[in-house]
């Protein structure tokens, strides 16, 4: 151990000091301190701030370590001689290994302690005096080593504001027991009277709290309440001046003047205010001024720069105040952005989004607009082509029919003839005519019913759905063509399904659709010899739920790649053709929710399949 040199020592030391503030003040620059008297509770908002804003300025100070003492000496609550001796008992007791080097003085009350009592307590201290007015009266308090910064809310800020809020003001109301502090509000309603000669004023200071707020419920027209702070009322109740304004504007029907940013948002609409934290700063930078060996003498009291005009935006809302008015330079606080300027960015986003989507519906819309109509046009466009190619059918077949309708009219012919005859007799076999005349209107249905058959074919009627049984469609169809392929010498046959098959479908553009098969297949086999002219047509059922029509023939079928490439409009492989049959035939299909292809029969020649779904 007694190896241990000095330097060690002081290590050692300073670990048992657990780094302490002493251990760093031995070695570092001599500590100062600065004891702060504030007249108040620190505990009320507006001394706190005061208070925060001196550590804050000795903090900035970077030349000494300075410890900050804080005193509430509460004189407002706790007034009396009795009470102050107590507190010199208390403070000499408390500093008495505590040096102090300069006072920070917070209101007047306290100035006015250290006045009498300062001598008892640090005779040598400098002091610097905050938060006092800039009046004959309070520098009459000033010790000689001492300095100050003065803040102070004037008459003409009050009635500045008061005007601002209420334009066409006639009277003002007093609230709050702090006005009636003589050295602080002494001269105020000469002052006002001054400034507005016609202005009322009506004085509520030092009345109790419960008729203060019966009194501001129902105040007339064209007043403004002006407030200092409330500490206790006539009845010695106690308050937060903060809580005390609160519950004086749950009643107030006028618009509230207030002293202290500390009341801002409480339900003041604002005014001249003073910034606690802004007196503590300026007061401080003082203090830390005579710390680092400025004489107080040589620094003359200033005005400091602690009072600034803000407003509580919600309140001018609520009173109908136009910012206009306000003092210039106004501060406003508590603005509430519009959903506008709140939500700009959601706004946007979705307002595009919207319009996007807007437009793509109205593009849609659009066209499926065009789209309908082009449907619209389609089918009348196949409607109109299916007709022609009904015409194109019937002049083809024009021969057949010719044919069909010279056997009834001969028939007839041959008959009438006969009749003739019999009734040339002078004793007529009436019996026998009667006979020849059942032939003649037999065979006059059998002409007309070839003629209805062609008009029914060539009927344009708009498109009609029904049901009807598939069987007997595709027999009408093969009737039809009868006369046809026989001239043509072509074996036409039906299989049709041994039970009826029911689909819904328009009868005449279905019967075309098969027709049209039935014809290219007569085509298909016209030049073959007589084995191979024959067409069957046949009806099933697949599946229980789909109607299948087949036109099988014997002919040479269809080269594989052109299996599909045969229903493309104007395809064809004839000198003649067109290379519409089965483009039409394949519209009509689809428009019934079907479906139409071809295959190559195992057996040599081409199948074509129309398949329909069974009607409900
Ligand atoms: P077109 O009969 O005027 O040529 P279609 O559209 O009816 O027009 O037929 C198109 C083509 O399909 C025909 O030219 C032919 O090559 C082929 N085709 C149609 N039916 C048959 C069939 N039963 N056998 C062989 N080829 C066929």
Partial sequence: ???????????????????????????????????????????????????????????????????????????????????????????????????????????VASAKFLQQRKQQIWPGAP???????????????????????????????????????????????????????????????????????????????GLVLREVRERVASLPDRSAILTSAMYSDGEGTYYAPASALARVAETANRPIVITSDTFLGRSGVGGFLLLPEIIGRETGEVAMRILNGEAPSSIPPVTGNNVKPIFDWRQLQHWNVDEANLPPGSEVRFREASFWQQYYWHSTVVAGVVLVQALLITGLLHQRRLRFLAEIEARQRMSELAHLNRRATVGEMSASIAHELSQPLAAIMINAEAAREVLRHSTPDLGEVGNILDNIRHDDQRASEVIARLRMFLKRDPTERRELDLNATVGEVFRFLSVQALTHDVGLATEPAP??????????????????????????????????????????????????????????????????????????????GMGIGLSIARTIVEAHGGRIWAENAPTGGAVFHISLPLAA
């Fill in 127 to 205: 002091v610097v005096y905050g938060f006092v007015p800039d009046l004959p009266e309070t520098r009459a308090l000033f010790l000689p080593d001492s300095t100050a910064v003065f803040a102070r809310v004037r008459p003409a800020h009050l009635l500045t504001a008061a005007r601002a809020i209420v334009p066409d003001l006639t009277r003002v109301v007093l609230v709050g027991d702090a006005w009636k502090n003589p050295l602080v509000y002494g001269y105020w309603k000469q002052d006002f009277a001054a400034a507005m000669p016609d202005l009322e004023v009506t004085d509520l200071s």
């Fill in 499 to 576: 039970a009826d098959i029911r689909v819904k479908a328009d009868k005449v553009q279905l019967q075309q659709a098969i027709l049209n098969l039935v014809v290219n297949a007569m085509d298909a086999v016209a030049h073959l010899p007589d084995e191979r002219r024959r067409i069957v047509g046949r009806t099933s059922l697949v599946d229980g739920k789909q109607a299948v029509v087949s036109i099988a023939d014997a002919g040479d079928g269809i080269l594989a790649d052109k299996l599909t490439e045969i229903f493309k409009p104007f395809f064809t492989t004839k000198a003649q």
């Fill in 1 to 107: 151990m007694r190896q241990i040199t000095g330097l060690a020592r002081v290590l050692i030391l300073c670990l048992f000091a657990s780094l302490s503030h002493q251990c760093i003040a031995t070695e570092g620059p001599r500590q100062r301190s600065v004891v702060v008297l504030e007249e108040a509770d620190f505990r009320s908002p507006f001394y706190s701030e005061i208070f925060s804003g001196i550590r804050a300025a000795a903090k900035q100070n970077g030349k000494a370590h300075t410890v900050i003492y804080g005193e509430s000496l509460d004189l407002a609550r706790f007034p009396g001689p009795d009470y102050e001796e107590s507190l010199v008992d208390h403070l000499k007791t408390k500093y008495a290994r505590r040096p102090i080097d300069a006072i920070v003085s917070i209101g």
